[in-house]
């Protein structure tokens, strides 16, 4: 799998949008991009994953540049509550293997 | 539809003892994923495993470590004579049947305490 550098820490203030970046400029063809999230003393949540195409859900959208060596997590109006450790993941769907989780970076919103 | 469950929540041993961590996997999934975390540190993949079948094991520790999947029941890690350094937080993840497209749910962790 593709390795991935994600800044250590960031600040975002409430209500803000807060945007993660990863590096991942060794990506191949066939592997996604993943992005999960840590509460303080929680198991990891899915938030979102995208091959090429910019991706929007309930939580997040994706955006992934066209020569996909990095992407972009957008939490349009942050909150409180996510503040947590987010997780940028690169692999190969379907391959039946595990995720390999990385450091993170480590998002503070603020009031 | 009840998410992964782990038990116990927390658990103390003392050096030399044996831990047994159960993971739930969520209904309808066949593949388990165990992870650890350490204290202040980020999740370190252990083992994956199908119904009565490792899949992968390639990030569990070489002696006193060991999980299974039965045809029935939960995922069992056990830790044989366990260590200070064993203290952790240990997650099991679960996936679907049919088509692993890497989203894994996680379960709350259990969280051993080595004295």
């Known amino acids: 799998d593709a390795k991935t550098t994600q800044p250590t820490s960031m600040d975002c203030a409430e209500g803000r949008a807060a945007n993660l970046p990863c590096n991942h400029s060794t990506i191949s063809g066939n592997e996604y991009v993943y992005w999960y999230r840590q509460i303080h003393s929680q198991g990891p949540q899915y938030i979102i994953h995208?091959?090429?195409n910019n991706e929007t859900n309930e939580m997040a959208s994706l955006i992934i540049t066209e020569d996909r060596k990095s992407s972009t997590l957008i939490l349009p109006h942050a909150t409180l509550r996510d503040t947590a450790v987010y997780y940028c993941?690169?692999?190969?769907?379907?391959?039946?293997?595990?995720?390999?989780f990385g450091k993170g970076t480590s998002l503070l919103v603020t009031p | 539809n009840a998410g992964v469950m782990q038990n116990p929540r927390h658990l103390v041993r003392r050096r030399g003892q044996e831990a047994r961590l159960r993971c739930s996997p969520m209904k309808g999934h066949s593949h388990v994923y165990w992870y650890r975390q350490l204290p202040e540190e980020g999740l370190k993949f252990m083992v994956y495993l199908q119904k009565e079948n490792i899949i992968d094991e390639s990030g569990m520790p070489k002696e006193r470590f060991s999980a299974e999947f039965p045809k029935e029941g939960p995922s069992i890690l056990r830790i044989q004579q366990v260590v200070r350094g064993d203290s952790a937080a240990y997650f099991c993840?679960?996936?679907?049947?049919?088509?692993?497209?890497?989203?894994?749910?996680f379960g709350e962790g259990s969280r051993l305490t080595v004295l």
């Open positions: 993840a679960s996936s679907p049947y049919t088509v692993n497209t890497g989203e894994l749910f």
């Open positions: 995208g091959l090429k």
């Open positions: 993941i690169v692999r190969v769907a379907d391959s039946g293997y595990a995720l390999n």
